[in-house]
């Protein structure tokens, strides 16, 4: 599967999985770097669209693994989040191209993923010397 076709069917997808909206639920742009196996596509809603997704963007990753095969790697991200999970696409002979455009369509309209407090994020931390002397 080659990078900028790829993004296409991420994009398709995304439309796919929106809300009908006239005129299209989403402005997008795309660059694509064949010489770096990269590329993106921002996603921003559209003024008359009134959806209650935020701004963000899909980074795509192509690369060549250890074993010659291909490996697609997506970064999804929001305006105003701190998180950016990543998505990977191992090349194999069963290998649905438009099912995991679809998948990280999916996973990017679901929007950023809560935040977690961990435990150091909620309780004061004492300095190490303190605790060992």
């Not at 993004?7 to 770096?36: K, Y």
């Not at 959806?51 to 990753?61: E, M, N, S, T």
Request: with cysteine; proline share 8%.
């Amino acid at each position: 599967m080659r990078l900028l076709s790829f993004i296409t069917e991420v994009e398709h997808a995304l439309l796919a999985e929106s809300p009908a909206v006239d005129g299209g639920a989403w402005e997008t742009n795309r660059m694509v770097n064949f010489h770096q196996g990269l590329a993106r596509l921002t996603l921003s809603p559209r003024p008359a669209a009134d959806l209650p997704f935020p701004p963000g963007a899909i980074f795509l990753q192509a690369f060549s693994l250890a074993d010659g095969s291909l490996c697609l790697k997506a970064s999804l991200n929001w305006k105003g989040s701190d998180s950016f999970p990543i998505i990977s696409v191992y090349s194999t002979p069963g290998t649905n191209w438009k099912l995991e455009a679809s998948r990280i369509a999916s996973s990017w309209l679901e929007g950023p993923p809560a935040a977690i407090v961990t435990s150091a994020e909620s309780e004061e931390l004492s300095p190490l010397a303190a605790v060992a002397g």
